[in-house]
């Protein structure tokens, strides 16, 4: 766990005045009851308060945030606390946490304009079903979408599974609301696909991990709700017959195709120990497994023999070993489940050492070949443990001790474990954050991997937005 402060006490007097703001709900200040938002959702990060701020209107927000600036008190928005970089968690002594969690109001539905305009504490899971309820789809889809709220997805840039056919968070974003370090509020909720009048403000706030402001509402772009969908787990030998696959897989079924998941034999071996419940894809297990989908308006079944030609072709090209295609709904949900147990199939394992890296999909072979090799070198008998989004360039690559190593002595090599893989990234101009961000885990890393002219720019944009660096500071870039 990283612990990331010693919580100096916020005073009685400002705690008074921020239960004024919002009345008694709106204040957390019960040691028990602060724990949850002190410690993030897997338990990696703890950072102490005693104070957490529930606003429940875009008012209440702009009035903490004001309070808060003029107390020179620093403040971290949170979401659902789903978040894998810390960035939820305080850093600076004295902050005060400000959760989204009693704003989760829809405020409006265009379906003329494919648009649903939400407050930023409502779950994704509830966006996608208010979407549902209008025959429309909302295409952002992972595995924490309980728990996570449309305000971490915007302020993460979230990915998952669907990016590859939707794009990410930002892509499904038309219009945003924001609370500005200083209280001021931004109304900036424009339905609009072109808008070439000036800056485009929002892509600022999004993926800024609350560096910039508090988001307080969105409007998202909604699609039309696929009628069909077909699935099929796939073996493979290696990374570079995935890539011949998904290239094959673009070719024939065109846009259709809506997720291309990647996933090593180690994660499926795992999930199958964690959720003992599940079952083997196959009799033997193969080196690499691909999970593939394809949606479509159509009517039900009219994908099925399309994904049938994409195997028979592959199979003649010997780019597979061994294919199933899901029969029914119940068959589709657990194949599913191998990829998205991922989390439990780590934890099984024993934790690795987590890596949420991006190079160009024409790259994922080349950078897995050369990362497993080079950690090989550096710790033999090191366990690989990669999975993750081939369709966006996006692999966790997250490596697991050696056998009868304890993880507690394999992650004191986390340093030197980091820059062999995020090395091998800079060096295929990948990304070493494609979806999970920054938060406080890479902020180090930022210095390493980001140019002088990269950080001189962001840091510009912070003072601008945040000259006394209030908003959520030690995060992102420092
Ligand atoms: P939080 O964790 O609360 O916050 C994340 C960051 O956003 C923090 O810096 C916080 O300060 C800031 N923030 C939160 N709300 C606001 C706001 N309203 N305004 C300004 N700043 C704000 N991520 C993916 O991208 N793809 C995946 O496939 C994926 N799978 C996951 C699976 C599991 C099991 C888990 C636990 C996590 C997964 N994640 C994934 C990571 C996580 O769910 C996402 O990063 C998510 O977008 C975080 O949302 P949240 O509401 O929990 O944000």
């Known amino acids: 766990m990283y612990i990331t402060t010693t919580g100096e006490i916020l005073t009685r007097s400002f705690a008074?005045?921020?239960?004024?703001?919002?009345?008694?709900?709106?204040?957390?200040?019960?040691?028990?009851?602060?724990?949850?938002?002190?410690?993030?959702?897997d338990g990696s990060f703890l950072g102490r308060t005693n104070l957490v701020a529930r606003p429940s209107s875009t008012a209440e927000v702009a009035a903490v945030v004001a309070a808060c600036a003029k107390a020179r008190v620093p403040m971290v928005p949170q979401g659902g606390n789903t978040g894998l970089a810390g960035g939820a968690q305080p850093i600076a002594s004295g902050s005060v946490i400000i959760s989204l969690e009693r704003m989760r109001a829809l405020r409006s539905i265009d379906v003329a304009n494919d648009t649903i305009t939400v407050e930023a504490g409502m779950t994704l899971a509830e966006v996608q079903s208010r979407a549902a309820e209008m025959d429309r789809l909302f295409p952002l889809s992972l595995a924490s979408e309980g728990s996570c709220q449309i305000g971490g997805n915007l302020s993460t840039n979230a990915g998952g599974t669907q990016v590859l056919r939707y794009?990410?968070?930002?892509?499904?974003?038309l219009g945003l609301e924001a609370v500005l370090p200083d209280g001021r509020v931004w109304n900036g909720l424009r339905g609009l696909r072109k808008d070439s009048a000036g800056y485009d403000l929002?892509?600022?706030?999004?993926?800024?991990?609350?560096?910039?402001?508090?988001?307080?509402a969105a409007t998202l772009r909604t699609v039309p709700r696929p009628r069909d969908v077909a699935t099929a787990f796939i073996a493979l030998s290696d990374p570079e017959s995935a890539l011949h696959l998904l290239q094959r897989a673009r070719g024939l079924l065109g846009d259709s195709l809506s997720g291309f998941e990647?996933?090593?034999?180690?994660?499926?071996?795992w999930v199958l120990v964690a959720l003992p419940t599940e079952k083997p894809p196959f009799a033997e297990p193969h080196p690499w497994y691909a999970l593939i989908e394809a949606t479509a308006q159509s009517e039900p079944g009219g994908l099925r023999g399309?994904?049938?030609?994409?195997?028979?072709?592959?199979?003649?090209e010997g780019l597979l070993i061994d294919a199933m295609l899901a029969d029914s709904e119940s068959q589709r949900r657990r194949l599913w489940r191998l990829r998205e147990g991922q989390a439990e199939a780590q934890k099984a394992g024993g934790a690795g050492i987590k890596h949420d890296v991006s190079v160009p999909v024409s790259r994922v072979p080349e950078f897995i070949k050369r990362a497993d090799a080079a950690l090989a070198r550096a710790i033999p008998g090191i366990r690989p443990f990669a999975f993750g989004h081939l369709g966006d360039g996006n692999i966790?690559?997250?490596?697991?001790?050696?056998?009868?190593?304890?993880?507690?002595s394999f992650v004191t090599r986390r340093e030197e474990v980091n820059r062999i893989v995020h090395d091998i990234v800079a060096e295929l101009d990948g990304s070493i954050s494609?979806?999970?961000?920054?938060?406080q885990l890479r902020t180090a890393e930022m210095t390493r991997y980001k140019s002088t002219i990269?950080?001189?720019?962001?840091?510009?944009?912070?003072?601008?937005?945040?000259?006394?660096?209030?908003?959520?500071?030690?995060?992102?870039?420092?």
Not at 16 to 41: H, I, K, N, T, W
Not at 167 to 173: D, E, I, S, V
């Open 434 to 439: 494609a979806e999970h961000g920054v938060g």
């Open 306 to 316: 399309p994904l049938e030609e994409l195997l028979a072709v592959a199979l003649e």
């Open 202 to 216: 929002k892509h600022l706030f999004i993926g800024a991990e609350g560096t910039l402001g508090i988001i307080t």
């Open 167 to 173: 794009g990410n968070t930002r892509a499904l974003t």
């Open 454 to 478: 990269e950080r001189e720019m962001m840091k510009t944009l912070k003072r601008a937005f945040d000259p006394n660096n209030l908003m959520n500071p030690g995060k992102v870039i420092v």
């Open 396 to 408: 966790h690559f997250n490596p697991m001790p050696p056998e009868g190593i304890a993880t507690a």
């Open 262 to 269: 990647l996933m090593r034999r180690e994660c499926v071996k």
């Open 16 to 41: 008074d005045r921020l239960r004024l703001l919002m009345g008694p709900q709106g204040l957390v200040e019960d040691e028990a009851d602060l724990e949850r938002y002190c410690v993030s959702f």
